[in-house]
């Protein structure tokens, strides 16, 4: 059984890395165009990349979301994720913890995420079947300051191995939300939180949602690439996108993180200004860090991060949460999403 998952971890990290190289380099984020207003700009002094959201406070509103841990190959990549992480200065998310229940002796390939990175801001990960006490160990093993519960129903549908068994996750998510001693934030995993899952979650306890959409990493083709016999092609794309979420859940009883399809600074400043707290991403930096080891990903995450700031600066917004003040025009089918939603 442990053999299995940490498989499966080198399976994820091996197909979703090649679905980064084969990305066609275009989502629904490309639909929402910022209306440039020629005399806005500020001085980069005056700009803070400074965010706030359910009374947590990040020096950036940039993080390296939930990726993996469970198998030797993915202990090291955690431990490089972390040192650039711990370089850059930017939160960062583990894996799903549940290879960690079963086996205990691979808790080090997670554990490295808060070794290499002691100061920093960590999320530990579970799903919603975990039970209290897992979820407990999942987040002191980390020291962690968060708790990511990742809510996965299409992963799992296609996944040969995967979970036929959802009825019990919002009752859980409650209960773990109860009994952990830090903020939980759930997220979806590429497919989307409409303002319905949203709401769900708001009266459960949970102090965020990470709206996790479409547009980026499709974990329906990761699965459909693990399959030998059959599979469920049709459902590659399925989902709402992250720009649609984020649009959807204007206004929701939830603060809101975006992560899911994020491929630059741009992307950062969109979600940035269509309500996200933080923005989160994954595969991108995944691909750097393989192909060029921590170095490199300090050097994107840094570079990234100067660039949000001179968009900042171009487009008037002194912080991260004051880019929800820019007008944006929403194009294509993003427009009609929100015409057939009712949104303005
Ligand atoms: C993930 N993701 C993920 N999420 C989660 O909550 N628990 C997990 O264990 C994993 N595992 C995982 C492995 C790999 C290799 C990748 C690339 C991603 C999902 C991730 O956090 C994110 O929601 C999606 O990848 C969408 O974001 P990007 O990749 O489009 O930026």
Redesign the pocket.
């Known amino acids: 059984m442990p053999e299995l998952i940490a498989q499966r971890?080198d399976d994820?990290?091996r197909?979703?890395?090649e679905q980064q190289r084969a990305a066609a380099g275009v989502n629904q984020f490309d639909e929402v165009a910022f209306v440039h207003q020629a005399l806005a700009g500020l001085d980069r002094s005056q700009v803070s990349l400074a965010t706030r959201f359910a009374g947590i406070a990040w020096p950036v509103p940039l993080y390296i979301?939930?990726?993996?841990?469970g198998s030797p190959n993915t202990g090291r990549i955690n431990a490089d994720l972390a040192l650039a992480a711990a370089a850059t200065g930017v939160p960062i998310?583990?894996?799903?913890m549940s290879a960690y229940f079963k086996d205990p002796g691979c808790a080090g390939t997670f554990a490295v995420l808060r070794e290499n990175n002691p100061d920093g801001f960590v999320m530990a990960?579970v799903n919603a079947t975990a039970s209290v006490a897992n979820a407990r160990k999942a987040v002191e093993l980390l020291a962690a300051d968060a708790l990511?519960i990742?809510v996965?129903t299409v992963q799992e549908t296609v996944m040969p191995e995967g979970d036929r068994s959802f009825a019990s996750w919002v009752p859980q998510i409650a209960a773990i939300a109860r009994g952990v001693p830090v903020p939980v934030i759930v997220?979806?995993?590429?497919f989307g939180l409409s303002r319905a899952s949203v709401d769900v979650l708001a009266g459960l306890g949970v102090a965020v949602a990470?709206l996790?959409g479409r547009?980026?990493?499709d974990?329906a083709a990761?699965e459909n690439g693990r399959r030998r016999l059959g599979d469920y092609a049709y459902l590659h794309g399925f989902g709402l996108s992250t720009a649609a979420c984020l649009l959807d859940a204007a206004g929701a009883r939830l603060p809101v993180l975006a992560?899911?399809?994020?491929r630059h600074p741009l992307d950062v400043a969109r979600a940035l200004a269509l309500g996200a707290g933080a923005v989160?991403?994954?595969?991108?930096?995944?691909k750097t860090v393989l192909d060029g080891g921590v170095p490199a990903l300090v050097e994107q995450i840094s570079a990234w991060l100067e660039q949000l700031a001179a968009l900042q600066t171009m487009l008037g917004a002194p912080t991260p949460a004051a880019l929800q003040d820019c007008d944006l025009l929403i194009g294509g089918s993003l427009r009609e999403f929100c015409a057939d939603r009712g949104i303005d």
């Open positions: 971890k994820h990290v197909l979703a890395v979301n939930a990726m993996t841990g998310a583990s894996g799903s990960n990511q990742h996965n997220k979806e995993v590429g990470d996790g547009g980026g990493t974990f990761i992560s899911g399809g994020v989160g991403a994954s595969g991108v930096f995944l």
